[in-house]
């Protein structure tokens, strides 16, 4: 969002010189310009880069001014859940289904994971994207092998399925052992946790550096 409203970016679609001390500032020049229409096109508005509180507030604000119009894409079902009601009001969306329909092959292919190979920030912008889309209890179920890993320390390389099993009846999580496989089975599906052969047993464990687990376990619990 930082990009969107940069000096530079002024400038280039407004003609405007002007140096600014913050982009509130820059929207404050935006909002009072005398250009009649802007239009802004935003690929991906829920892409990791802009999955945080400060830019979706920032491109809020750009899209509420009355000459300015936003037109964005979202990769990601649960985007909407980026947008609170204040936020919600200030886009004042018209929503159009365009899907395609076709392979994410070229999306996919420069990527393993939501959380392995990115920076911390994105690691875990995108591991509290996904959480808040999910269910009170599945995120009692992911808090509850995050904080074990953590616990654990370095040396953690996985729980088997049959000890968190017993430690997720124990907080009342699950009532079976197929409710819990459902629920890693989603996990997986949304790139949260992965496997490992840990002495001839599968074991779970959540891809992430510990200090961005912590974080995130800071952030959200």
């Known amino acids: 969002s930082k990009a969107v409203v940069s000096t ?13 001390r913050s982009p509130h500032d820059q929207l404050s020049y935006i909002r009072n310009s005398k250009y009649t229409q802007l239009y802004l096109l935003i690929n991906n508005i829920d892409g990791a880069n802009l999955r945080n509180e400060k830019s979706q507030m920032l491109l809020a604000e750009l ?6 119009h936003v037109i964005a894409t979202i990769d990601h079902i649960n985007a909407p859940l980026l947008w609170d009601a204040d936020k919600s009001k200030l886009f004042n969306w018209l929503w159009f289904d365009c899907t395609t329909f076709e392979g994410y092959t070229d999306e996919t292919s420069i990527e393993t994971s ?19 889309s999910l269910t ?5 179920i992911f808090k509850l092998l995050a ?28 009532n079976s052992d197929a ?43």
Request: with cysteine; proline share 4%.
């Open 114 to 132: 939501l959380m392995v190979k990115q920076t911390g920030a994105i690691a875990l912008s995108s591991m509290t994207h996904v959480l808040r």
């Open 63 to 68: 899209a509420a001014i009355d000459h300015v």
């Open 147 to 174: 904080t074990f890993q953590q616990d654990s320390g370095p040396e953690f390389q996985g729980i088997t399925f049959q000890d968190f099993y017993i430690k997720c009846r124990e907080k009342f999580l699950v």
């Open 136 to 140: 009170p209890n599945a995120r009692g």
């Open 179 to 221: 409710t819990l496989r459902t629920q890693l089975t989603e996990f997986k599906d949304h790139m949260l946790i992965k496997t490992r052969n840990v002495d001839g047993s599968e074991a779970l464990y959540i891809p992430v550096e510990p200090k961005i687990l912590q974080q995130f376990l800071e952030s959200e619990f």
């Open 8 to 20: 530079q970016s002024t400038g280039n679609m407004l003609g405007s010189s002007a140096t600014f």
